[in-house]
Nanobody
Framework: QVQLVESGGGLVQAGDSLRLSCSASEGTFSRYAMGWFRQAPGKERVFVASIDWSARTAKYADSVRGRFTISRDNAKNTLYLQMTSLKSEDTAIYYC??????WGLGYPPTGFASWGRGTQVTVSS
């Protein structure tokens, strides 16, 4: 079972930038599409962004498109989420996730089966 560990969260001000990382314990990381999801207080977990196994295709939620960038380094088994122009509504716990099946696109975001424990991002206005 792969272990996913998120890091990089914190307390920032509106307009600031932050980069999240997700480290995977498994050596087969490069075969799987990966994604970021977030859960705000009192709300359901929602899709943020995904990237296919080859890093050729990235998809974004409308709320973050143009501000967030997902990327991956398969040599380091690490997924990233660069967040810029942060808003108070970006406050949430951010989770990384791995698709159940290899060689996928990561979109639509219905095939994610392994999750990290999350990292808190708080944006003050």
């Amino acid at each position: 079972q792969v272990q996913l560990v998120e890091s990089g969260g914190g307390l920032v001000q509106a307009g600031d930038s932050l980069r999240l990382s997700c480290s995977a314990s498994e050596g087969t990381f490069s075969r799987y599409a990966m994604g970021w999801f977030r859960q705000a207080p009192g709300k359901e977990r929602v899709f943020v962004a995904s990237i296919d196994w080859s890093a050729r295709t990235a998809k974004y939620a409308d709320s973050v498109r143009g501000r967030f960038t997902i990327s991956r380094d398969n040599a380091k088994n690490t997924l990233y989420l660069q967040m810029t122009s942060l808003k108070s509504e970006d406050t949430a716990i951010y989770y990384c996730a791995k698709e159940r099946m290899p060689w996928g696109l990561g979109y639509p975001p219905t095939g994610f089966a392994s999750w990290g424990r999350g990292t808190q991002v708080t944006v003050s206005s």
